[in-house]
């Protein structure tokens, strides 16, 4: 890569072995970089939240490679844009997912923002995605790992946002990446990735939602309107969840695993049906709104495609339908397991990742089949 003139880089450090390797290579690359570690969480008084020891390490990583590290808190602006929205749509009833918002919201947003007065010219992160330029619109694309890939927590960043924006590990799979850090020397370079959402930390999820929801219990029911149990609140579920139920011993079930198949929130009824495989559980469309097209809207009315309706899901072939620029319906070719209103439908033309919008209803495939 030729550089006409150095460009400052601001990378997002979080302290783990993605962001630490994005640094590393951009520094190798020529670039003036600089590192910025974000705090979003400041209510922690058991300890689960690990920012403190991510600074630790990213402020080593930094050090090693001889990198100015600066450090912000967006407490604030996390709470208001990312966290309160989160617990409104639980209490709606849905399942949100926190890390689209906080994508877009924080940190390309609010980071972005304050990496420019920083003298920033682009920031980068460690997200296993790509970029491309077509025409002088910034396109984005699916990590070359698809094991890996995060296109779909990115799916909402304006492209405005994408166009400042580097991702060296794009290209990549994790495994070169552990390698490029255990033979840098990085003292994280065997760090595990971090797992669930950044304010809930290794503490279990149920848990800390008590602390911030009321509990309203209710009755668990099968399809058949029979009790089988009772719940502690619907926003302490998700659609296809199988464990916390406490039901698994009920008279007269057929031994197979209870799931959770839908949520009313008018009765507080949680409704479970048993087996992985039962039709309540599967759909063969979504509807969904406040669509975010990266690039713009499609220029026709229907378009094939493949659609994700959760993370680490394959998208799935089918046909969108644009019902106005922000809603659509997508129909699916095959039917598609616990899809969740309150997650996201992301959009996909092969790799590219065309936008995406949140699922506000999905048909079951039981009762398309009941209709015909």
């Not at 682009?122 to 025409?135: C, E, I, K, P, Q």
């Not at 595990?192 to 009321?214: A, N, V």
């Amino acid at each position: 890569m030729t550089i006409k003139q150095i460009q400052r880089v601001v990378v997002g450090m979080s302290g783990g072995v993605d962001s630490s390797v994005a640094a590393l290579l951009l520094q190798d690359m020529g670039y003036d970089v600089h590192g910025l570690f974000m705090f979003n969480w400041d209510e922690d008084e058991q300890g689960y939240c690990t920012a403190a020891e991510d600074f630790q390490d990213a402020s080593s990583v930094c050090r090693q490679l001889g990198l100015p590290l600066h450090k912000v808190s967006f407490a604030t602006q996390y709470r208001k844009q990312v966290f309160d929205m989160f617990l409104a749509g639980l209490e709606s009833g849905h399942t949100p997912n926190p890390d689209v918002l906080c994508n877009r919201e924080i940190k390309f947003g609010s980071f972005l923002e304050h990496a420019q007065r920083l003298g920033a010219d682009l920031v980068a992160t460690g997200h296993y995605v790509r970029r491309r330029t077509v025409d002088g619109a910034t396109q984005l694309l699916r990590g070359l790992d698809e094991d890996k890939d995060q296109s779909y927590f990115l799916h909402a960043v304006p492209e405005s946002a994408l166009s400042n924006a580097l991702f060296p590990l794009g290209e990549m799979y994790k495994t070169k990446v552990r390698k490029i850090a255990l033979a840098a020397g990085l003292g994280n370079s065997r760090k595990r990735d971090s797992t669930g959402i950044c304010f809930i930390g290794e503490r279990p999820f149920r848990e800390f939602l008590q602390e911030h929801l009321p509990c309203e219990p209710g009755d668990i029911r099968t399809t058949d309107d029979r009790i089988v149990g009772r719940h502690i609140g619907l926003a302490f579920y998700t659609l296809g969840q199988r464990q916390g139920l406490g039901i698994g011993g009920v008279s007269g079930s057929n031994g197979e695993p209870w799931y959770v198949a839908a949520k009313d929130v008018e009765r507080n009824v949680l409704t479970v049906v048993q087996g992985h495989d039962d039709p309540m559980l599967y759909s063969q469309s979504l509807a969904a709104t406040t669509m975010h097209w990266i690039n713009g809207p499609p220029d026709k009315s229907e378009l094939r495609c493949q659609v994700s309706s959760r993370y680490r899901q394959s998208p799935a072939a089918g046909i969108l339908t644009l019902l106005d620029e922000k809603s659509c319906r997508v129909d699916f070719d095959q039917p598609q397991w616990a899809i969740t209103p309150g997650q996201y439908a992301v959009v996909y033309d092969g790799a590219r990742c065309l936008g995406g919008g949140v699922i506000v209803a999905a048909t079951a495939t039981h009762a398309v089949q009941s209709a015909v």
